[in-house]
Nanobody
Framework: QVQLVESGGGLVQAGGSLRLSCVASGLSFSAYSMAWFRQAPGKEREFVAA????????DYADSVKGRFTISRDNAKNTVYLQMNSLNAEDTAVYYC?????????????????WGQGTQVTVSS
C-alpha cells in the first residue's frame, strides 16, 4: 500500500519561510519522479515543482521560481519543498505526488500517488 505523508505546513507571516516534507512508503521511491502541487480555496489544483528520481533535474512554476526549492533524499524516501519569501498568494493546501512516468510533468494526471495534503497559510 502506497502512502505519501506530508508535514511542515502551518501559519507564517508574509516574507517568512516554511519547509514541507513528504515521506513515501510502499513504493520504490528512487524510481519515481516527485512533485508538489497546491490548491487554494475556490481554485483548481496547480503545479508547484517537480524533481526527477535522481534529483538531477527540477522544474518550477513561474510563480514560485527563485523562492521555492524542491529536493529529495532517496535514502530517507523523502521529498522536500523549501519555501522562502512567502506571500498571501501562496496560501493553499500543498500536496506531494509520485509519478512513474518518465520525465518531469506539470500535469497532475501524470502522477500515480498522492498525499492527503498539508495546509500552508500566509498572513499579510
Amino acid at each position: 500500500q502506497v502512502q505519501l505523508v506530508e508535514s511542515g505546513g502551518g501559519l507564517v507571516q508574509a516574507g517568512g519561510s516554511l519547509r514541507l516534507s513528504c515521506v513515501a512508503s510502499g513504493l520504490s521511491f528512487s524510481a519515481y519522479s516527485m512533485a508538489w502541487f497546491r490548491q487554494a480555496p475556490g481554485k483548481e489544483r496547480e503545479f508547484v515543482a517537480a524533481i526527477k528520481w535522481s534529483g538531477g533535474r527540477t522544474d518550477y512554476a513561474d510563480s514560485v521560481k527563485g523562492r521555492f526549492t524542491i529536493s529529495r533524499d532517496n535514502a530517507k524516501n523523502t521529498v522536500y519543498l523549501q519555501m522562502n519569501s512567502l506571500n498571501a498568494e501562496d496560501t493553499a493546501v500543498y500536496y506531494c505526488a509520485a509519478g512513474a512516468a518518465a520525465g518531469l510533468h506539470r500535469n497532475s494526471q501524470m502522477y500515480n500517488h498522492w498525499g492527503q495534503g498539508t495546509q500552508v497559510t500566509v498572513s499579510s
